[in-house]
C-alpha cells in the first residue's frame, strides 16, 4: 500500500527559515519540496567534506584490509577534522613517493649495467682535455679488435649487452665505428638505491600512520552524516520561494496523513510564527511515495526496487507479486533440498545478523517456495521422492510427470496474468475508469474460455458446461470489441475495437514467458543427477571412495544451488516487471519519501 499523504504549504519570515527548517528536522516526518537546487558555494564545500570523508573512509579500509599484518598503535586525540587533514596529508605523501619511485626505478634500472663510478671521474677526464664516449652495442656486434685499435674500456656486459667508454681527444679527429653514442646516467646505481631505501623507509613509516587512524574512522562517518545533514538543511533552504522582496520564504512540504497531528503541532507552536495550510496530496501534486505492507510483503520491497517506485496514484503491487515471486523462485529452483538449505540458512542469517534480518527473512521465505513448488515433481537433491520413498502406487501418481510440470508452468502463468487484469480492472472500477475496467474483464473472460478450451481438447472432454462457455466467449468478445477504443458514436465502437483484438499475439507471448519456470527447474533437477551419479561412481575407489563421494556430493550441490539461486531470482524478477506489472498496467516513475532528518534521527 501506498501510504496517504497531505502537502503543507507554509509562509513565514525569510528571517525565521533557518530556525524553522531546523525544527523540522528535528521532527523527521516532512519531505520537503526542492523546487531549486542548491549550487552555491556553501553547498558545494559541503558536498566537497563529505566527498573527502568518504574517500578518507575508503582509504583507510583498505589499508586495514591489504596490511593486516601492521600493528601500529591507535592514534588518539584527533578530532575528525584532524583525522581527515591527516589522512589526506599522508596519502598525498605516499601518492608522490610513487610517483618519485616509479622515476627512481627507472634511473636505477638505466644506470644498473655502467657499473659503480662516480661523477668527478668524467669530470676530471673532461679538465684533463679528454672526453668520455660511451657506447652500449650488441653482443655479437661488439668487436674484441676494438680493445686494440682505440683507447676504450670495457665496463659491464649485461642482457646480451657490452658497456664500455672510448677515451677521445679532439673532437674534429675522433671517429668509432659505432655512430649513435649511449646516454650516460648522472650517477650510479648505488646512489639511486640509496634513495630509493630512504622513500620505501618513509612510505613504510606514513603507512604505519595510516594504519593507526584505522580504528577511528567512525569519527569519519559522524563527520559525514552531520555534514549531510546540515547539507539537507541548507539545500531546504535555498529551494524555498522567496516573496516581498526576500522578507517572507513560501515552503512546500509533505508529510504522512497519520502523522498530521504532530506536525501541526509544530507549526501551531513551534518557535516561529507560521501562516500555513494543508490539503490532501493529488497525484497531480507529484508527492513523495511510501510504502505500508504488512510483514509478509515488506520482505519483498528490495525486489520492487530493483524497478521503479510507483506513482501516488498507482497501486503498490508488492502484496500482489509477492506470493507469486516466492512460489516462481521455488520453480525455479526445483529442488526440495536445495529449499531446505534456504530455510536454514535464512533463518540462521536473521538471528545472527540483525542489520541483515530482512534479507534473511526474505532467504527463508523463498526457500519455503522452494519447498512447496518442487513438492509437485517430488525432487529431493536430483532424487525423486517416488523412488527413494516406500509408498502406495496411489501416492506415487500424484506427483507431477515432466509433461505434467511443463503444462503448470504455462497454467501457473495464465492464472497470474488472469488476476493481473483483474486487478487492473479493480483498480480501473475504483477510479471510475468504466471502459478500461470492462475491458480488462472481458479479455479476462477470454483467457478463460480458451484456455480451457485447449485443456479440453487434448483430455477430449469439455472442461465447461455449452452454457458458461458461450457466456465467456460472447461476453468477453462484447466487452473487447465494445469498451476497448470508446467513441462518441457507440455503435462505432465495434468496428474500433476489432484493432484491439491484436492483444491477443501479445497475451500469447507472456504466455509462453512462463516456459522458462519448467525450463529451470527440470535443468536445475538434471543438474543434480548428474552430481549425485558422478558422486556414486567415485564410491568405488578402494578405501577413499565414500569419503571422496560425501566431499563430491557437498560441493557438487552447493555449486549447483549456487548456480539455480542465480537463475532462480533473476527469471521470476522478468516475469514480474515484464508480464505482471505490464498486465496490471503500471506506468511507475514515482518519487521516494525523504523526509528533512537530523544526523540523530538517521541513525
Not at 185 to 209: C, F, H, W, Y
Not at 216 to 235: K, V
Not at 477 to 506: H, N, Q
Request: aromatic share 12%; proline share 5%; glycine share 8%.
Amino acid at each position: 500500500m501506498i501510504t496517504k499523504m497531505t502537502k503543507y504549504s507554509m509562509i513565514l519570515l525569510s528571517g525565521d527559515l533557518e530556525r524553522f527548517l531546523a525544527g523540522v528536522q528535528e521532527l523527521g516526518m516532512v519531505d520537503i519540496t526542492r523546487s531549486v537546487t542548491g549550487t552555491d558555494g556553501t553547498s558545494k564545500e559541503m558536498t566537497s567534506l563529505i566527498e573527502r570523508c568518504r574517500a578518507a573512509e575508503s582509504i583507510l579500509a583498505a589499508v586495514a584490509k591489504e596490511h593486516p599484518e601492521i600493528t601500529a598503535a591507535p592514534a588518539s586525540g584527533l578530532s575528525a577534522e584532524q583525522l581527515l587533514k591527516a589522512v589526506e596529508d599522508n596519502t598525498a605523501r605516499r601518492n608522490a613517493i610513487a610517483s618519485e619511485m616509479e622515476t627512481l626505478e627507472k634511473e636505477y634500472r638505466n644506470a644498473l649495467p655502467w657499473g659503480e663510478f662516480t661523477p668527478e671521474d668524467v669530470t676530471r677526464l673532461r679538465a684533463a682535455g679528454l672526453t668520455p664516449h660511451f657506447y652500449c652495442v650488441g653482443n655479437k656486434q661488439y668487436s674484441p679488435a676494438w680493445e686494440q685499435q682505440y683507447p676504450m674500456s670495457v665496463l659491464a656486459r649485461s642482457a646480451g649487452n657490452t658497456y664500455f667508454v672510448v677515451i677521445g681527444g679532439e673532437e674534429a679527429e675522433y671517429t668509432f665505428p659505432v655512430s649513435d653514442e649511449a646516454a650516460f646516467p648522472a650517477r650510479p646505481a648505488s646512489q639511486v638505491m640509496k634513495d630509493i631505501s630512504a622513500l620505501k623507509a618513509e612510505d613504510g613509516k606514513l603507512l604505519e600512520e595510516t594504519a593507526g587512524y584505522a580504528p577511528l574512522s567512525g569519527l569519519l562517518q559522524e563527520l559525514s552524516g552531520q555534514t549531510f545533514a546540515r547539507l539537507d538543511l541548507h539545500l531546504a533552504e535555498t529551494s524555498s520561494l522567496l516573496e516581498g522582496e526576500g522578507a517572507i520564504s513560501v515552503v512546500e512540504g509533505f508529510a504522512p496523513t497519520a502523522d498530521d497531528a504532530r506536525v501541526q503541532e509544530y507549526l501551531n507552536n513551534g518557535p516561529c510564527t507560521v501562516y500555513w495550510q494543508s490539503e490532501a496530496a493529488k497525484g497531480s501534486d507529484n508527492p513523495p511515495v511510501k510504502l505500508r505492507n504488512n510483514w509478509f510483503a515488506r520482505l519483498f520491497e528490495p525486489v520492487g526496487s530493483l524497478y521503479e517506485l510507483p506513482n501516488y496514484d498507482e497501486l503498490d503491487l508488492t502484496p500482489y507479486f509477492a506470493p507469486f515471486y516466492m512460489l516462481f523462485f521455488g520453480f525455479c529452483l526445483g529442488d526440495m533440498g536445495y529449499g531446505l538449505i534456504l530455510v536454514i540458512a535464512g533463518i540462521a542469517a536473521a538471528l545472527a545478523l540483525p542489520r541483515f534480518k530482512v534479507y534473511g527473512k526474505l532467504i527463508a521465505w523463498l526457500g519455503v517456495g522452494s519447498l512447496i513448488m518442487p513438492l509437485f515433481s517430488g525432487t529431493f537433491f536430483g532424487m525423486k521422492l517416488a523412488d527413494i520413498l516406500p509408498m502406495p502406487d496411489n501416492i506415487k501418481a500424484l506427483f507431477f510427470s515432466d509433461l505434467k510440470m511443463f503444462w503448470f508452468a504455462i497454467i501457473f502463468g495464465l492464472f497470474q496474468i488472469v488476476f493481473a487484469r483483474m486487478l487492473k480492472a479493480i483498480f480501473a472500477f475504483s477510479k471510475r475508469r468504466w471502459d478500461e475496467a470492462l475491458t480488462e474483464v472481458g479479455w479476462s473472460l477470454l483467457i478463460v474460455w480458451a484456455a480451457c478450451a485447449y485443456a479440453g481438447s487434448q483430455i477430449g472432454t469439455k472442461l465447461l458446461p455449452h452454457i458458461v462457455s458461450q457466456i465467456l466467449v460472447f461476453g468477453g468478445l462484447i466487452l473487447v470489441l465494445f469498451c476497448s477504443k470508446p467513441a462518441k458514436f457507440f455503435l462505432l465502437r465495434p468496428l474500433k475495437g476489432i484493432v484491439s483484438l491484436y492483444d491477443i499475439t501479445s497475451i500469447f507471448g507472456d504466455m509462453l514467458s512462463y516456459i522458462r519456470l519448467f525450463g529451470l527447474g527440470t535443468t536445475g533437477g538434471i543438474l543434480a543427477l548428474v552430481i549425485n551419479s558422478i558422486a556414486m561412481t567415485l564410491s568405488g575407489i578402494p578405501y577413499v571412495g565414500w569419503p571422496v563421494t560425501v566431499i563430491f556430493l557437498i560441493f557438487g550441490h552447493l555449486a549447483v544451488m549456487g548456480l539455480s539461486c542465480l537463475g532462480a531470482f533473476v527469471h521470476p524478477v522478468r516475469l514480474t516487471f515484464v508480464e505482471f506489472y505490464k498486465n496490471v498496467g503500471f506506468e511507475g516513475g514515482g518519487r521516494a519519501y525523504r523526509p528533512l532528518k537530523s544526523y540523530s534521527n538517521n541513525k
